[in-house]
């Protein structure tokens, strides 16, 4: 009888620390991921789920901190983006200009490299009437 008492026990604490361990491991997998950068005219967010699939867009958040009145008056806007490390796979151009706030779509496999690895950036580079503006967004847990 104490062996089957025994036995039961360590079936229980084995069920037990699985479904705690297996419970951990899902929420780890579902953390948010903030990437953020603000210089003097930008700012720059995306928020994203660490389990998220390469095959999703992403969509970032660029905000202009500047007059609405000079944007405005602006002809173009480009965005290029990538990593850090230098490659530059895309640039968005803007050329009617109606809002402060541009929301800049690509395919989730640029951001899927990168996630989890907070000694990498993604470089923004943004361009408006003559100016330009870097931006090295960081990535946060949260």
Not at 126 to 136: D, G, M, P
Request: glycine share 6%.
């Amino acid at each position: 009888m104490k062996f089957i008492r025994l036995g039961l026990s360590l079936l229980l604490l084995v069920t037990f620390i699985t479904s705690i361990s297996g419970c951990t491991g899902d929420k780890q997998n579902k953390s948010e991921v903030i990437f953020y950068a603000e210089d003097e005219n930008w700012i720059a967010q995306y928020k994203t789920n660490s389990s998220q699939t390469a095959k999703e867009k992403v969509v970032f958040n660029f905000f202009y901190k500047g007059s609405f009145s000079e944007l405005i008056a602006t002809k173009e806007i480009v965005f290029s983006y990538g990593t850090r490390k230098g490659n530059i796979p895309k640039t968005i151009h803007y050329d009617e200009i109606d809002k402060a706030q541009f929301l800049i779509e690509f395919d989730g496999d640029f951001i899927q490299d990168i996630v989890g690895n907070h000694e990498e950036k993604i470089l923004v580079i943004i361009k408006w009437n003559n100016k330009s503006e870097t931006l090295q967004l960081t990535q946060y847990n949260n």
